[in-house]
Nanobody, 128 residues
Framework: QVQLVESGGGSVQAGGSLRLSCAAS????????MAWFRQAPGKEREGVASIDRGGSDSASYADSVKGRFTISRDNAKTTLYLQMNSLKPEDTAMYYC????????????????????WGQGTQVTVSS
């Protein structure tokens, strides 16, 4: 059984930083394409970044976070990370970790329809 557990969310002022973590279990991690999504109240879930077994060279980002967010993975710890810098109020959302048992991600920002497994989410709130 695949389980994804996010942590690291919180409240921060604009310009600040947070690092989200996603602990993966259930024999999914090593061969999986993994991603971060976010959903703000009243909006659709949006793909933020994805990464596959290729590591940082394989990362893809939404235009809204390029240059500010960095996705990474620690294969030894089976953990996915999202480093978020220069946070803006519009980054406020519930952030979700997702995975699909494919070795490589589709090119471009992640799409919800491509992913099979989801975490419960961690809230990020950025105040102005």
């Amino acid at each position: 059984q695949v389980q994804l557990v996010e942590s690291g969310g919180g409240s921060v002022q604009a310009g600040g930083s947070l690092r989200l973590s996603c602990a993966a279990s259930g024999n999914i991690y090593s061969g999986a394409c993994m991603a971060w999504f976010r959903q703000a109240p009243g909006k659709e879930r949006e793909g933020v970044a994805s990464i596959d077994r290729g590591g940082s060279d394989s990362a893809s980002y939404a235009d809204s976070v390029k240059g500010r967010f960095t996705i990474s993975r620690d294969n030894a710890k089976t953990t996915l990370y999202l480093q978020m810098n220069s946070l803006k109020p519009e980054d406020t959302a519930m952030y979700y970790c997702a995975a699909v048992p494919y070795s490589y991600c589709y090119p471009g920002p992640p799409r919800t329809s491509h992913f099979h497994y989801w975490g419960q989410g961690t809230q990020v709130t950025v105040s102005s």
